[in-house]
């Protein structure tokens, strides 16, 4: 993906720029001559990740704050983007909210939380050493989901990213080009749902609205609370609960615009286990390996795939 590919006169804005895949998927889109909308939620960290890039000799990045999970942020971006570009030709949807953290500011925003993991550092160095499955099993055995962060998750990852997608909408669509890839997560597949109704209607796009979607948004936070969760057939084995429903919640929107908008391309990438902070640097991918399938489809031709899922770069069903 280095090299310029020619694509001097194009504009990006990448959601949670300044570090993890987020980072590197700017510094790959500025390599290729792409012109970055760096976006962070911290004035401070996001011009810090401009200038780490700015010391790599890519001088096409710009910084803008946004927050996902405040819509009148993503008000003031579009607004910024409209009167320094005119148009908008990719939109990258990086932001997810931790279910683990190594960094204490982000770890009140997962949809999980820390228990036993109050040194993230020396969490990491102990399961360091283990295989895969070993180190996926124990950050599972050290989380909680209490309500608050299982609510924060649903407003980051699937209305948040929702209220970005929408305030630039009109943007992309002055792109002879526009093109969304949300970073999403294998997690929010719905074989993960314990509930054969609730899987096939949140599979049925052509019924679905996003109407129902933020119902189904309330719906789930309101069994949450009330430790209602097989009922209707939410996932409730695993871990990582409010993670799951809100990545599958965000799948079906994105599968809903896609087809409300036929002129643009919109798919969902699963990264796979990435070394960020989010998975404590523990992953087996590393973020070079891990934005390969969002950059894909974010330098895809004209023409291509729309409305669907990319497991790492191999197309898959959302089921
Ligand atoms: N790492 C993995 O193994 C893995 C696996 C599957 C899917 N994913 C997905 O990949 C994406 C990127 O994750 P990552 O691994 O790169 O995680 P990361 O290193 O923890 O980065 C998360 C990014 O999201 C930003 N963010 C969080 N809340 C925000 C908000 N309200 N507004 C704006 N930005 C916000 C963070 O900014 P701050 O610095 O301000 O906190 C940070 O830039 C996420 O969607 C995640 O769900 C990751």
């Known amino acids: 993906?280095?090299?310029?590919?020619?694509?001097?006169?194009?504009?990006?804005?990448?959601?949670?720029?300044?570090?993890?895949i987020g980072l590197e998927i700017c510094r790959q889109l500025a390599s290729n001559g792409v012109t970055v909308?760096?976006?962070?939620?911290?004035?401070?960290?996001?011009?810090?990740?401009?200038?780490?890039?700015?010391?790599?000799?890519?001088s096409n990045v710009v910084f803008h704050q946004l927050d996902i999970s405040n819509p009148s942020s993503a008000v003031l971006l579009a607004?910024?983007?409209?009167?320094?570009?005119?148009?908008?030709?990719?939109?990258?949807?990086?932001?997810?909210?931790?279910?683990?953290?190594?960094?204490a500011n982000n770890a009140a925003i997962a949809g999980t939380t820390r228990s036993e993991v109050d040194n993230p550092e020396t969490f990491r160095q102990e399961i360091?050493?283990?295989?895969?499955?070993?180190?996926?099993?124990?950050?599972r055995k050290h989380i909680r989901e209490p309500y608050k962060q299982a609510e924060e998750c649903l407003r980051t990852n699937y209305h948040g990213t929702k209220a970005v997608t929408k305030a630039l909408l009109p943007l992309l669509h002055s792109s002879s080009h526009g093109r969304i890839v949300?970073?999403?997560?294998?997690?929010?597949?719905?074989?993960?749902?314990?509930?054969?109704?609730?899987?096939?209607?949140?599979?049925?796009?052509?019924?679905?609205?996003?109407?129902?979607?933020d119902e189904l948004s309330e719906l789930f936070l309101r069994d949450f609370k009330d430790g209602q969760l097989e009922r209707?057939?939410?996932?409730?084995?695993?871990?990582?609960?409010?993670y799951k429903v809100s990545k599958a919640i965000m799948n079906a929107c994105s599968r809903i615009l896609a087809k409300e908008h036929p002129s643009l391309c919109m798919n969902c990438v699963h990264p796979g286990f990435v070394q960020?902070?989010?998975?404590?640097?523990?992953?087996?991918?590393?973020?070079?390996e891990g934005a390969r399938g969002a950059l894909m489809m974010a330098l895809?031709?004209?023409?291509?795939?729309?409305?669907?899922?990319?497991?790492?770069?191999?197309?898959?069903?959302f089921m």
Do not use: H
């Open 1 to 20: 993906m280095e090299g310029n590919a020619g694509n001097q006169s194009e504009v990006a804005v990448v959601t949670g720029g300044n570090r993890g």
């Open 37 to 58: 909308v760096l976006t962070a939620r911290d004035d401070k960290r996001g011009a810090e990740a401009v200038s780490i890039l700015g010391s790599l000799g890519l």
């Open 79 to 103: 607004d910024f983007v409209k009167e320094k570009f005119g148009k908008l030709d990719i939109l990258l949807c990086i932001t997810g909210v931790c279910r683990f953290c190594a960094q």
């Open 128 to 139: 360091a050493g283990m295989d895969l499955m070993e180190r996926i099993g124990r950050i």
């Open 182 to 213: 949300n970073i999403s997560s294998r997690y929010g597949l719905l074989r993960f749902f314990s509930g054969e109704e609730l899987k096939q209607e949140l599979n049925d796009i052509d019924k679905l609205s996003e109407q129902r979607l």
């Open 232 to 242: 209707r057939g939410w996932p409730t084995e695993g871990g990582f609960i409010a």
């Open 276 to 288: 960020t902070d989010m998975s404590f640097q523990v992953g087996d991918l590393t973020v070079e």
């Open 300 to 317: 895809a031709p004209k023409g291509g795939m729309t409305g669907g899922f990319l497991n790492l770069t191999e197309v898959a069903p």
